[in-house]
Nanobody
Framework: QVQLVESGGGSVQAGGSLRLSCAAS????????MAWFRQAPGKEREGVAQ???????TYADSVKGRFTISRDNAENRLTLQMNSLKPEDTAMYYC???????????????????WGHGTQVTVSS
């Protein structure tokens, strides 16, 4: 059974940093595109970043240059380093997995089959 468990959320002031982690189990990790999504109250879930089996990454324009996604295929772990955080980054952050032979395509929620329960990130001004 596929399980994704996020950790590392919290509250920080604007300009601060947080590091999110996602522990994956129950499948061949390297066969999946891995991604982070976020959802703020009253807004749709949006893609933040994704990474394929080789380490090729895609970022939302709003986080480029501030966030870094990485994966460890040996440890089945996904991370999101978030720097220079802004109040508009406040949201619930979700780890997601897509069985696509490890390749990534559009950064949208619907093709991702597996989701974690989320971890809250709050950035105050």
């Amino acid at each position: 059974q596929v399980q994704l468990v996020e950790s590392g959320g919290g509250s920080v002031q604007a300009g601060g940093s947080l590091r999110l982690s996602c522990a994956a189990s129950g499948y061949t990790y390297s066969d999946y595109c891995m991604a982070w999504f976020r959802q703020a109250p009253g807004k749709e879930r949006e893609g933040v970043a994704q990474i394929d089996r080789s380490g090729l990454t895609t970022y939302a324009d709003s986080v480029k240059g501030r966030f870094t996604i990485s994966r460890d295929n040996a440890e089945n772990r996904l991370t999101l380093q978030m720097n220079s955080l802004k109040p508009e980054d406040t949201a619930m952050y979700y780890c997601a997995a897509r069985p696509s032979a490890g390749y990534c395509y559009l950064l949208v929620p619907s093709p991702f089959n597996y989701w974690g329960h989320g971890t809250q990130v709050t950035v105050s001004s």
